[in-house]
């Protein structure tokens, strides 16, 4: 691997991390705001939508889950990888 490979890996490899952690932190942020605030968001969303509030509810967990494998999938994963190919070519 050449060195300028090498550096650019690495700069990749912080990328990812710090989208993860991004990630991470607008999926805390979410749980959080959807535990707190979800008498206000099923008036608001509810009757706009024609929604009870169980349905909201599962597509609010529906679409958490769905971002956290996103998140997995498209950033830890593919980050862990090129940390563990840069740790072998050492």
Do not use: N
């Not at 932190?25 to 979410?30: D, H, P, R, V, Y």
Request: a positive charge; proline letters at 2%.
């Amino acid at each position: 691997m050449t060195e300028q490979t090498r550096d650019l890996m690495a700069t990749l490899e912080r990328v990812l991390l710090r989208c993860w952690a991004f990630a991470f932190g607008l999926l805390m942020i979410w749980l959080v705001a959807m535990l707190t605030l979800a008498g206000v968001i099923d008036r608001i969303h509810g009757p706009m939508f024609g929604l009870t509030a169980h349905e909201l509810d599962v597509i609010f967990y529906c679409a958490l889950g769905a971002l956290k494998i996103l998140t997995l999938v498209f950033l830890f994963i593919p980050w862990l990888s090129i940390k563990l190919v840069l740790r072998r070519v050492g």
